[in-house]
């Protein structure tokens, strides 16, 4: 039996803990629309997917819903036979609400499963963490160019065009 809520939230579960969330606000849509349009006119989408609120099975005991998760094409084929794929780049779009350890909490279990990238894009300071380890992170804000590089290395906007 699978369990589906129908409460209108989604969730994530870690080992046992269910975290209840809403899904993507206005704001956090207005990103991912700009961020899709790049990936889009960049011709990234003849390689992979842009996908909103993936279910991500970081292990057994834990799914993840990054706000975007890019897969390759290939890895979209081994969905269709059931397999769990974790994406190599995940973007978050965090709020005053996220809870900063909780957050950096998921950028540990992403880089564990084998995440490659990670952006953390935090709207009410404008600035977004670029992560290629948990060791290796570059804050961009006003004109710093924020890259994908290595798993999509055309994959470049400044945050001021994040922020429009």
Same mark, same amino acid.
């Given at each position: 039996?699978?369990?589906?809520?129908?409460?209108?939230?989604? %969730?994530?579960?870690?080992?046992?803990?269910?975290?209840?969330?809403?899904? $993507?606000?206005?704001?956090?849509?207005?990103?991912?629309?700009?961020?899709?349009?790049?990936?889009?006119?960049?011709?990234?989408? !003849?390689?992979?997917?842009? =996908?909103?609120? %993936?279910?991500? $099975?970081?292990?057994?005991?834990? $799914?993840?819903?990054?706000?975007?998760?890019?897969?390759?094409?290939?890895?979209?084929?081994?969905?269709?036979?059931? &397999?769990?794929?974790?994406?190599?780049?995940?973007?978050?779009?965090?709020?005053?609400?996220?809870?900063?350890?909780? =957050? /950096?909490?998921?950028?540990?279990?992403?880089?564990?499963?084998?995440? !490659?990238?990670?952006?953390?894009?935090?709207?009410?300071?404008?600035?977004?963490? =670029?992560?290629?380890?948990?060791?290796?992170?570059?804050?961009?804000?006003?004109?710093?160019?924020?890259?994908?590089?290595?798993?999509?290395? /055309?994959?470049?906007?400044?945050?001021?065009? &994040?922020?429009?």
């Amino acid at each position: 039996m699978i369990w589906e809520p129908n409460d209108g939230f989604k %969730y994530e579960w870690n080992d046992g803990e269910l975290i209840k969330f809403t899904g $993507m606000n206005k704001k956090q849509l207005y990103i991912y629309e700009i961020l899709n349009n790049l990936f889009i006119e960049k011709g990234f989408w !003849k390689r992979g997917t842009f =996908v909103a609120e %993936y279910d991500t $099975m970081l292990t057994g005991i834990q $799914m993840r819903r990054p706000d975007i998760a890019y897969l390759t094409k290939e890895q979209v084929q081994r969905t269709k036979e059931g &397999i769990d794929e974790i994406p190599e780049f995940v973007v978050e779009i965090l709020s005053e609400s996220d809870n900063v350890n909780k =957050v /950096e909490e998921k950028v540990a279990e992403y880089f564990k499963a084998g995440v !490659k990238v990670v952006w953390n894009i935090y709207h009410e300071t404008k600035a977004v963490y =670029v992560y290629t380890s948990r060791k290796n992170v570059k804050i961009c804000t006003d004109d710093d160019s924020c890259s994908a590089n290595p798993v999509l290395p /055309e994959f470049e906007i400044s945050v001021n065009q &994040i922020f429009g």
